[in-house]
């Protein structure tokens, strides 16, 4: 009796064994490739799944998660005979968890000879300034080359990238020293451009100094030019002034000489002395009219004059 018990204990534990390993969780962003008697079955998600014992088996545990693969580099040759090493990046994704099973016997090879396969391709229809230029372009044509040529696999790849383009040494030396070539050339041209800026806001400012200096001149000779000017405007209405004064006191003193009723001696005395006024005694020369006779008969007139009346 105790035997029996123990045997169908047995038989319980050995089911429950049996019933748990029949019982699967699938993660997330993970598919399972589930086989029945050797053959394909069916594609297991996300979620809890049951399969039978024994005649049911997961072939594999496939990632749908977006993969990166760095391959190493791999020897190419340029459209110009340059031999040079190119290591790339592939970003890629399972997208049919059966034709990644069955598609290809070992995916990630048949990326890596793909990729260097089709990178010797295109490599060798570009020169090698080409190449180092041309980065973008080689990416592109890559991409589109591995992802249709994976498509069978269900794979999809959805970048490529070169990483490193590594030249042959005798030609990094002579590309280094192009570079300090140009370089120095730049250095020279940028301090020939600045000497030159220097010598042109130089020369500028001697131009603007000079113009400034002319105009300045031409203001202060011009103000002088007025000054003086005004000076002998001022001066010849001072000696006008004077002159009209000097007539002026003239006309009283014959005036005032016919009111005392002057003789002829008189009046060319009073001319004389006017004469003399009119020196101011700072002249150095009097000029005395020839017409001294006009002098008399002006006298002798003025004494008609004064009889007359």
């Known amino acids: 009796m105790d035997g029996a018990i123990i045997a169908v204990i047995i038989v319980i534990i050995f089911a429950a064994i049996v019933f748990a390993s029949c019982i699967k969780i699938v993660p997330q962003a993970y598919a399972y490739v589930l086989e029945r008697l050797g053959a394909y079955e069916t594609t297991w998600g996300v979620g809890m799944h049951l399969k039978w014992p024994v005649i049911d088996k997961i072939a594999r545990q496939v990632p749908l998660k977006e993969q990166v693969v760095d391959f190493p580099p791999q020897p190419v040759i340029t459209k110009d005979n340059v031999t040079m090493r190119i290591d790339t990046i592939v970003f890629f994704q399972i997208t049919d968890p059966k034709l990644y099973c069955y598609g290809v016997e070992n995916p990630l090879m048949a990326i890596e000879n793909l990729t260097a396969t089709t990178l010797r391709n295109i490599i060798g229809e570009l020169e090698f300034d080409q190449t180092l230029t041309s980065r973008e372009v080689i990416n592109t044509k890559m991409r589109s080359s591995l992802d249709v040529a994976t498509d069978p696999w269900g794979i999809k790849v959805n970048r490529v990238e070169l990483k490193n ?40 400012g001697r131009k ?9 001149e031409k ?28 007539q002026q006191a003239t006309a009283e003193g014959l005036r005032m000489l016919k009111e005392a009723g002057a003789d002829e001696s008189v009046l060319h005395l009073k001319s004389l002395e006017t004469m003399e006024r009119m020196a101011n005694g700072q002249a150095t020369k009097i000029i005395i009219p020839s017409e001294l006779q006009g002098i008399a008969s002006l006298a002798t007139t003025f004494k008609e004059v004064v009889k007359n009346d």
């Open 219 to 246: 203001e202060s000779a011009i103000l002088r030019a007025e000054a003086q000017k005004e000076a002998m405007l001022r001066q010849a209405e001072g000696q006008a002034e004077a002159i009209l004064k000097v």
């Open 208 to 216: 603007e100094s000079a113009i400034l200096n002319a105009q300045a």
């Open 165 to 204: 383009i590594i030249a042959p040494a005798e030609i990094q030396d002579a590309m280094e020293k192009q570079m300090k070539a140009e370089r120095e050339r730049r250095e020279s041209v940028t301090r020939a451009e600045g000497e030159k800026r220097s010598s042109i806001l130089v020369a500028e």
